[in-house]
């Protein structure tokens, strides 16, 4: 009895705690070399329709009855932006269904007055024409400005939908 | 006995304690949602483009495109058809199981973030951007850096 009292206050049971920390070292070098914080990276957040035509439902048409017509968001409300490439993949013309427009400033600008609030216009989506060789880069900047628009209806434009131009067209 | 307890024994347990707080510091921070995204890419540069809040219960799927037009799955070139099938079919399945009145037609709840390469050409582009929507995805969102450097 009194030889396990003494044992008590000597400190009772000790745990060897360097195997524990052996381990804990470990962790912590995984943990630390895992460690890559992400990237912040901004996004545009789109809405791009279906590839068949969605207002023709109204006429109880289904997709593909019509074979004359290859335009697929015909009956939407859309606006067309046309961008015709250089070779290199840079922006050649910018045009606003027929109109031409010298750069993405002036676009800014157009956009406002065709879709915007005062312009009485009901677009609900632009459809951009895009050269094939037209660089990601390049095309990001104009799809920023047309993200930037506010409908008349006072939405967000995010319906945005992308057509191939033929390699070497012309405006 | 008296001999062996006087060589100086460190107390490791306050050490042992930062240690731990270390551990938990990493693991909390540490994502492994990074090791998907492609971080050789060159990002094209939007002034505007704002990091956005993506809520915890929407489902990503994460497409790298680098300028040859390949699509680059952890770091292994994918054939971008039956690679955007497969994704489609698995979102098709998980939607079905969150709610019983999705159908096969319905659009997919997933939202598709591009990341391309600044200099990949758009018919490359939209090569992607075409198979996504042939299989029923909708929601796109394109990242894209603020800043030239990265």
Avoid: W
């Avoid at chain 1, 750069?103 to 009485?120: I, M």
């Avoid at chain 2, 693991?27 to 809520?55: H, Y």
């Avoid at chain 2, 390469?117 to 394109?142: H, Y």
Wanted: glycine letters at 6%.
């Amino acid at each position: 009895m009194s030889r396990r009292k003494k044992k008590h206050s000597e400190g009772g049971v000790e745990l060897n705690l360097a195997a524990m920390l052996d381990m804990a070292f470990q962790l912590l070098a995984f943990f630390i070399m895992t460690f890559k914080p992400a990237p912040i990276e901004g996004q545009i957040n789109l809405k791009l329709p279906p590839p068949q035509p969605v207002a023709g439902a109204a006429n109880a048409k289904k997709a593909g009855d019509d074979e004359s017509n290859n335009d697929p968001v015909k009956n939407l409300n859309s606006l067309i932006i046309s961008i015709f490439a250089t070779s290199n993949g840079r922006v050649a013309t910018l045009a606003v269904g027929e109109a031409n427009i010298a750069g993405t400033t002036a676009l800014d600008g157009r956009l406002k007055q065709v879709l915007g609030p005062e312009s009485g216009a009901s677009f609900d989506q632009v459809i951009l024409q895009v050269g094939s060789k037209l660089k990601y880069d390049e095309l990001m900047k104009v799809v920023d400005v047309c993200t930037k628009q506010t409908l008349a209806n006072g939405e967000k434009l995010t319906k945005l939908s992308f057509v191939e131009l033929p390699d070497g067209a012309q405006p | 006995m008296s001999g062996s307890k006087s060589e100086s024994e460190a107390d490791l347990t306050p050490m042992l304690d930062m240690v731990f707080q270390l551990i938990t510091f990493f693991m909390l921070v540490t994502s492994f949602k990074a090791a998907s995204l492609d971080l050789s890419l060159r990002l094209p540069v939007v002034g505007s483009a704002r990091p956005v809040e993506t809520e915890g219960e929407e489902s990503l799927l994460i497409l790298n495109v680098n300028k040859e037009g390949q699509l680059m799955v952890y770091s292994l070139p994918q054939e971008i058809g039956p690679y955007l099938k497969a994704e489609a079919k698995m979102a098709r399945l998980e939607a079905k199981r969150k709610s019983s009145s999705f159908k096969d037609t319905d659009d997919l709840p997933t939202t598709v973030v591009v990341r391309a390469d600044r200099d990949t050409p758009f018919s490359l582009l939209n090569l992607v951007i075409k198979n996504c929507q042939d299989n029923g995805f909708r929601k796109f969102a394109l990242k894209a850096t603020d800043k030239a450097g990265s």
